[in-house]
């Protein structure tokens, strides 16, 4: 498999009513966790792959997938794939837009992200005010694909997407 | 089985992380404060979903039918094979982020070689834990540093920790005959490659955090043979109850 995904087009209006149930404003197809979704003899076969190995959200998703697609009378297979691992490159451009607005910061690049996960520069954008004036509070957030920020500007803590390449 | 050898190193990589997230999984609540209490069950969740890719992989193996719960929850403690160092107990602070780092060190190398294994569903588990377990080896090399290079309090305990757990290193580089011929089969890895290396990364690291390398050379072992030390009864007791209780209960 490559690392694009292979989604029938007549699948794509299913897919987008199922979203990660942790960040609900975001489509799996927006996160890209989809590797490939296609009809075969009436069956939807779609992979999925997680975005990190633990996630909880990835048995809901396989069956909110299921159950997406039994309502317009469709039987749906998912399977659970890991290579080539999910990266945070995946979610799509309109998805990280999206995640900002629901109050969650952007990745940075690998090596800005290493640098603020370090604590040794600010670059992350607060999702509330727009100021970078921002600190890690715990290289572990809510999720596992999360850290803990606060803005020092407007005082707010916010989730930080972690860069996953 | 057609290839018994396979499966036994399955587990002895996939029961390390099962252990090892049940004893962060028991902090869940107890952390000195909310970060590191979110962080260490962060850690957990990494170490369970790795532990499932395993485990589904070795009940494909198995196959008949079979599952990762199975694995999981249903065998005796001589079967499994985790290493003595990641059932020890949460005795401080200071005790889990030695045992966590201690291991860390090892499983990210371990990760390391493991992902261009020709075995590709090994290789991909491996592709995947190896993000994860540097984010893990960061948090614990980080706090073996604060709190060895925090206050006296501090220092004492962590060197303490790291006194104690010290003797169960060595084990990390045991290998079991079903290891050896994984290897020699090209599949799985020779963990004796890198044990000088291990040894230096993390003499490097203590020395950063303050803290002396133990000279101590008494070793113990037998969790990778299925010989545990006397709390892998008690692990066990709590992991398996449900399913010995209530057979084949599902959620």
């Known amino acids: ?165 | 089985m057609k290839n018994q050898n396979l499966y036994k190193y399955i587990l002895t990589i996939a029961d390390n992380s099962l252990i090892l997230a049940h004893r962060l999984g028991e902090l869940c609540g107890h952390g000195p404060n909310l970060e590191t209490d979110i962080a260490l069950t962060n850690i957990s969740l990494d170490l369970l979903g790795q532990t499932r890719s395993y485990y589904q992989y070795a009940a494909k193996l198995k196959g008949e039918s079979n599952t990762e719960d199975d694995i999981a929850f249903l065998r005796i403690e001589r079967e499994y094979k985790n290493c003595l160092l990641v059932e020890q107990p949460n005795t401080h602070f200071g005790y889990v982020i030695g045992r966590q780092f201690l291991f860390d060190v090892y499983h990210f190398m371990l990760m390391e070689r493991l992902q261009n294994s020709p075995d590709e569903t090994l290789a991909a588990i491996a592709k995947k834990g190896i993000k994860e377990v540097s984010y893990h080896k960061r948090f614990s090399s980080d706090w073996v540093k604060r709190l060895g290079d925090g206050t006296e309090e501090s220092n004492k305990k962590m060197q303490e920790a790291i006194d104690d757990l010290w003797r169960f290193t060595d084990e990390l580089f045991y290998m079991t005959d079903s290891e050896k011929a994984i290897a020699k089969e090209g599949i799985g890895i020779d963990v004796s490659t890198f044990k000088e290396k291990y040894y230096e990364e993390v003499a490097e690291i203590l020395k950063e955090a303050t803290l002396t390398v133990p000279e101590n050379k008494y070793f113990t072992k037998g969790g990778k043979e299925g010989v545990h030390t006397e709390y892998m009864g008690f692990i066990l007791a709590e992991l398996q109850y449900m399913q010995r209780t209530y057979p084949n209960m599902t959620w």
């Open chain 1, 1 to 165: 498999m490559t690392e694009t995904a292979h989604i029938e087009s007549h699948l794509i209006p299913v897919l987008k009513t199922v979203s990660d149930p942790e960040i609900p404003v975001l489509s799996v197809l927006a996160l890209g966790v989809i590797r490939e979704a296609i009809e075969e003899n009436g069956v939807v076969k779609i992979k999925l792959t997680p975005t990190y190995s633990g996630c909880p959200a990835m048995d809901v998703i396989a069956d909110d997938l299921k159950k997406a697609f039994s309502e317009i009378g469709k039987k749906a297979e998912v399977e659970l794939v890991l290579s080539p691992a999910w990266s945070t490159d995946w979610i799509s451009e309109e998805g990280l837009q999206k995640m900002e607005e629901y109050g969650i910061a952007r990745p940075l690049s690998e090596s800005h992200d290493k640098d603020v996960l370090l604590g040794e520069k600010k670059m992350v954008k607060c999702p509330q005010c727009g100021s970078t004036q921002t600190h890690l509070v715990s290289q572990f957030g809510s999720t596992a694909c999360k850290a803990l920020f606060k803005c020092d500007d407007c005082l707010e803590p916010f989730d930080y997407f972690k860069c996953l390449k």
